[in-house]
């Protein structure tokens, strides 16, 4: 009697625990989503940012064809990008660059610099981009933050068997990890 | 991180409790000094279980109020905004409410009772005298305090501390109704009632326990929340430079008060250089450590 007790206590203390351990790697697994999907809406509020600029630019500096057909060609190329991480690093990275040119034509043109909606559009840009690398840095803690329940003793022997895959950072190619050379 | 949340969870469940007993020793006591009896201590844990509601469900609207602040034009406020948003992204938190302080001293405080119940007030002295990265490490450091669960126990406090003061001063004031003696009119005889005597020694120390409790809500929390932000921002010089702004300014923080002092970012109170009664009594309760160690500490980072 008192051994079925036990057998039942532990049956039951087991199925508790991997319900906890099962819903937990759920909501980490979630959370992964929620980030990657987060960073493609900052990409893509960035891209909507770019026709404002460039008209605002044009209104000042319509001779700097060549720096604006830049940043279009650039802006479309991201557009078109393949959603595989490592396509959007490449289109996003010469977006970044093509950007930095034109916020430099602010200082050889000091109307445009005291352009209100241009400087408005600079702060919005920059703190895009900001939203951007944040969002990937929540992305890699929240895989961090998987890997490591995943991985873990007595998680990972079941998991193992439900099947839940470790993650891959989202990483810097080559290309971001050296800082962008500009030209003037 | 998360046995720091429940600490701070447990924390806050222990504040109150604590509260609640106070109130009903300081209505007890209260209650044979003016001479309601019971009633004292009945009166005394219901206003205090009230108090105990209210501030757990308004005690972010009572801290902003009582600085002043009002709530930020996202038009006006652009930047403060788009930093907010980007912290907000890279800690997974829901964006809190962004509040404005007109005062020149540069500060910021964070309250509210849990992540989706938050707001963030900064001074237009901060927004003034930072750049945009001092700016986000100041940012990231209040979103730390929300993150941690700092902001239920350091808000409940704010309410607490000032309702517990508030019983203690009407009990003193009530006590001279009855003439300053420790018993009615009506009591037969002039034996002195010794419960009394224990009673008015507990409203003389009702307050500093309260001041204690505030100081319970430790330093060690701020220097936590420093190293979170810049777990956040990845880039520690930013709240470095900002904190040495912070300290080679002087200005006082006139929108903070006593009972909010330990919610902002910087010790709001001029009580570090300070000479005479005043100013050992701040040292005392210094509610944040000195910026010099908090600097001095994100430089090892």
């Not at chain 1, 060549?66 to 010469?94: C, F, G, K, W, Y």
Request: hydrophobic share 45%; glycine share 6%; aromatic share 8%.
């Amino acid at each position: 009697m008192v051994f079925l007790i036990i057998v039942i206590a532990v049956v039951v203390l087991l199925a508790i625990y991997l319900i906890l351990a099962y819903n937990g790697l759920i909501r980490r697994r979630n959370q992964i989503e929620n980030a990657w999907s987060q960073i493609d809406v900052q990409l893509k509020r960035r891209l909507d940012l770019i026709p404002n600029l460039v008209e605002t630019v044009k209104g000042y500096a319509a001779h700097e064809r060549e720096t604006l057909d830049r940043v279009i060609q650039a802006r479309n190329a991201a557009m078109q990008a393949p959603s595989d991480p490592h396509a959007q690093a490449a289109a996003d990275n010469a977006l970044t660059g093509a950007l930095k040119s034109v916020f430099a034509l602010g200082e050889a043109y000091p109307d445009l610099k005291a352009n209100q909606n241009f400087l408005q559009l600079q702060e919005e840009l920059t703190a895009t981009e900001g939203r951007v690398a944040y969002a990937r840095q929540f992305y890699n803690d929240s895989v961090l933050d998987y890997n490591n329940k995943l991985q873990q003793v007595p998680t990972m022997y079941f998991a193992r068997i439900l099947k839940f895959e470790r993650r891959e950072y989202f990483e810097a190619d080559e290309a971001a990890r050296t800082t962008p050379q500009i030209s003037f | 991180m998360f046995e720091l949340i429940r600490s701070n969870k447990r924390r806050s469940v222990a504040l109150v409790a604590s509260f609640v007993v106070v109130a009903g020793i300081v209505g007890l006591a209260a209650g044979y000094l003016v001479g309601f009896g019971w009633w004292g201590i009945a009166i005394a844990i219901v206003i205090a279980g009230v108090t105990a509601f209210i501030s757990y469900w308004k005690a972010d609207a009572i801290a902003l109020a009582v600085s002043r602040a009002h709530p930020a034009d996202p038009q006006q406020y652009r930047r403060l905004y788009n930093l907010v948003e980007g912290l907000c992204i890279a800690s997974g938190l829901p964006q809190p409410r962004v509040y404005v302080v007109d005062d020149p001293a540069p500060n910021a405080f964070a309250t509210g009772r849990n992540p989706q119940n938050a707001a963030i007030a900064v001074t237009t002295g901060l927004l003034d005298k930072l750049n945009r990265v001092e700016l986000e490490g100041v940012i990231a450091h209040e979103l730390a305090h929300i993150k941690n669960y700092d902001i239920l126990v350091s808000t409940l406090a704010v309410t607490l501390v000032g309702a517990v003061a508030l019983i203690t001063d009407m009990s003193i004031r009530m006590m001279w109704w009855n003439g300053g003696r420790s018993r009615r009119d009506g009591d037969q005889g002039d034996h002195g009632n010794p419960l009394a005597i224990l009673g008015f020694a507990l409203l003389i120390v009702a307050p500093i326990v309260a001041k204690a409790m505030q100081a319970a809500i430790s330093r060690k929390r701020e220097t936590l929340a420093d190293i979170s932000a810049c777990q956040l921002t990845r880039y520690p010089p930013g709240l470095i430079s900002a904190l040495e702004k912070l300290r080679d300014d002087v200005t006082v923080t006139h929108s903070a008060t006593t009972a909010t002092a330990h919610l902002w970012i910087e010790q709001p109170m001029s009580g570090v250089g300070d000479q005479g009664r005043l100013g050992s009594m701040h040292r005392l309760f210094d509610t944040h450590p000195p910026l010099e160690e908090r600097i001095a500490l994100l430089k090892e980072l």
